[in-house]
């Protein structure tokens, strides 16, 4: 499966930005997907979790109530709908696909996506304040 994210950019903030992950390859709703970060000179964190037909989200704290995961399973592609971003959302934004887990364990990988089989090349994301 090859993933490629798209969409990021720089913002303001209390702006919004969409993130896109296309997929191909394989067959889509075989995984569930996950979007996460990477800040400079931090460690990556889970963003959000969805399932395979976008049934169930999974949010980290910090993403809950400004974030928003979906999905369009006839387009192979996963969503990230940002808004009110903060500066602290700075990071490099990668998606990430995995069979047989549920978006809780995606959300509790630790390492954060250690256990993904597989990732896109991430999108930068710049929130100026």
């Known amino acids: 499966v090859q993933l490629q994210a798209s969409g990021g950019g720089l913002v303001q903030a209390g702006g919004s930005l969409r993130l896109s992950c296309a997929a191909s390859?394989?067959?889509?709703?075989?995984?569930?997907m996950g979007w996460f970060r990477q800040a400079p000179g931090k460690e990556r964190e889970f963003v959000a979790a969805?399932?395979?037909?976008?049934?169930?989200?999974y949010y980290t704290d910090s993403a809950k109530g400004r974030f928003a995961i979906s999905r369009d399973n006839a387009e192979n592609t996963v969503y990230l709908q940002m808004n009110s971003l903060k500066p602290e959302d700075t990071a490099v934004y990668s998606c990430?696909?995995?069979?047989?887990?549920?978006?809780?364990?995606?959300?509790?990988?630790?390492?954060?996506?250690?256990?993904?089989?597989?990732w896109g090349k991430g999108t930068q994301v710049t929130v100026s304040s």
């Open positions: 990430a696909a995995v069979r047989f887990r549920t978006v809780q364990s995606i959300g509790a990988m630790s390492p954060a996506g250690s256990d993904m089989d597989y």
């Open positions: 969805i399932s395979r037909y976008g049934d169930s989200t």
């Open positions: 390859g394989g067959r889509f709703t075989d995984y569930g």
